[in-house]
């Protein structure tokens, strides 16, 4: 596994040259910050397992802050993750968010910030999880790394191999409308991590309180790539 401070050096040292995950500006003023943590009331008082009811409730919490895109999650503590088994466990259920979410309408483009290889992909299909799935590999001054791109449209997948070349700023994929996407109100989940522990076509996008330090190792701050103001 890389050492995780080499690599964000690397990332630090490039800060701004990457290319953008969507045609939006994630810098605008039309882009928020927003909270799927516990303090917000209005997940609270919602049926989030409905999930039209849910892409009501983001929609809500768009319009207050006058802003057409939502982005966040980076290590956020979420309730939201009690809609689905997916995340309940025998002991403690996994409710901490690795990635950051950009919560924005199904459909659009999905590009790689920067030049990569397919690692893999795979149709996450269970309600609650990522739907389908690509997985880039990427290097950067002989440091390996990986971004994950979670809830696309399963048109996404269709004529992607593994090994497959990707220029940074090059379209991989679309946001995916529900259900197909996981069954989440349309969003990508955008997650870097320095290794794969083996995996393909998947990778955990959520983990349990306990696993915090173990994956704050694996999973850096999506930022360094995303370089938005309206993230931490």
């Known amino acids: 596994m890389n050492h995780p401070a080499h690599l964000i050096e690397s990332l630090q040292s490039r800060a701004g040259t990457f290319a953008p995950v969507l045609d939006h500006d994630l810098n605008g003023p039309d882009v928020a910050l927003l909270d799927f943590s516990a303090s917000n009331p209005a997940l609270l008082h ?3 397992r409905d999930t039209a009811e849910f892409e009501q409730v983001v929609a809500h919490m768009l319009r207050e802050k006058n802003a057409t895109v939502g982005v ?3 290590f956020e503590n979420r309730v939201i993750y009690r809609r ?3 995340f309940s ?3 403690e259920s996994r409710n901490i968010h690795l990635g950051v979410d950009i919560w924005a309408p199904a459909h659009i483009p999905i590009y790689t910030p920067v030049a990569g290889r397919m690692h893999s992909f795979q149709d996450n ?3 609650g999880d990522y739907g389908p799935t690509l997985i880039l590999e990427h290097e950067l001054n002989g440091l390996v790394f990986y971004t994950l791109y979670g809830h696309l449209s399963r048109a996404s997948l269709a ?3 593994i090994g497959q070349e990707f220029a940074a700023g090059e379209q991989i994929a679309t946001m995916g409308p529900y259900p197909e996407n996981g069954d989440w109100p349309p969003h990508v989940h955008f997650q870097v991590m320095t290794d794969m522990l083996g995996k393909t076509g998947d990778f955990p996008g959520v983990c349990a309180p306990s696993e915090v330090a173990y994956y ?3 999973c850096l701050n999506p930022n360094l790539l995303l ?3 309206h993230l931490q």
């Open 46 to 48: 919602s049926n989030l």
């Open 72 to 74: 966040g999650g980076y």
């Open 84 to 86: 689905s088994n997916h």
């Open 89 to 91: 466990g025998p002991e």
């Open 125 to 127: 299909n269970n309600f």
């Open 159 to 161: 004529g992607k191999f």
């Open 216 to 218: 704050q190792n694996i």
């Open 227 to 229: 370089n938005s103001v």
